[in-house]
């Protein structure tokens, strides 16, 4: 008996027994998945998506090759349906899946087999799909619905609040352990090199999902102002002026957030200085930033820059010129502080 109970447990262990999302952004054109489970890592398996292709949540016995498969057809112009379609017809344990899909036109196809566990069911809507397998019961996967139509957050912060609403509903039947959120958008990673916008997960916690927010919001002020405003200068490359605009006041937005959160710290003081000062805007605002940050930290070069720039832009050519000159004697090989000394100059010579 011990040893059937034993197998039984590791059996039930070894399902991706989930509920998640998969979802595209018109506006924006982010794709996305986030995914909530009694499995360890469960954003190891469950997850893919690239920007401009499409996003794949694979669970229940999983199949992970749906994900990488089912993405190279998307590329290549297959529809969500014909991409499901084919994944199916190639799986002869198909009636074991369970995998939602939404491509970057937002059309979306999800499937449930019928020997995924109770509950398990899905359900699809104009730009996403909604998920799940060994659930408290339908009204996990309805009420993430319903948390993800009227959340009016970024498509991050719809995804959370599906997550969220789907435990408060009852989630895995079995527990708590595991979450992530993936969001890709074009040049929406690390300084634009790829394209993970957002890539999170927690792998085992008491509490994942709480613990996945948290990291997010940390996350979100840390590294998604320079995303924003990467996009911003690339739409005003296009001529997108309002989409500029928009990406703009994001990225102003969560460097007040950051600001808030952290008044002392003196990167985040310079980093808000910085990014103002170079669109022109809130400059006296941006100079009572930079000389709190110089305050806190005397001898940072980069700060240093940042205070003679905003000189510059008050029409102080003198003071700025100082400046960099103090910036350049800190860090004498940085070109670009050589490129703003040799503007001010230019400045303070045409007075």
Known sequence: MKSLILALMIFATSLQATFSICAY???TQELGVAVASKFLAVGSGVPYAKAGVGAIATQAWGNTTYGPRGLAMLKEGMSAQEVLDSLLATDENYFRRQVGIVDANGNTAVFTGGSCFIWAGHLK??????????????????????AFLEEDGMLAEKLLAALKAG????????GKQAAALLVVREKGGYSGFNDRYIDLRVD????????????????????????????????????????????????????????????????????????????????????????????????DPNIMDTMAFLYYKKGEFKKAVEMEEKALEKAPNNEFFKEQLELFQKALQGE
């Open 25 to 27: 952004d018109p506006e």
């Open 125 to 146: 809507g104009e730009n996403f799909t909604v998920q799940g397998n060994i659930l408290a019961g339908e009204e996990v996967i309805e009420e993430m619905e319903n």
């Open 167 to 174: 435990e408060k509903a009852g989630g895995d039947k079995r």
């Open 204 to 299: 085992d916690h008491e509490e994942p999902i709480k613990e996945l927010e948290r990291i997010y919001n940390l996350y979100k002020i840390t590294f998604l102002p320079s995303a924003h405003s990467r996009f911003e200068e690339e739409y005003r490359k296009q001529g997108m002026i309002e989409e500029a605009k928009r990406e703009w006041e994001i990225a102003y937005e969560l460097l007040v957030l950051a600001l808030e959160q952290s008044p002392d710290d003196a990167s985040v003081l310079n980093n808000i200085a910085w990014e103002c000062a170079k669109r022109d805007v809130h400059i006296d605002k941006a100079y009572d930033y930079a000389k709190r940050a110089l305050e806190l930290s005397p001898d």
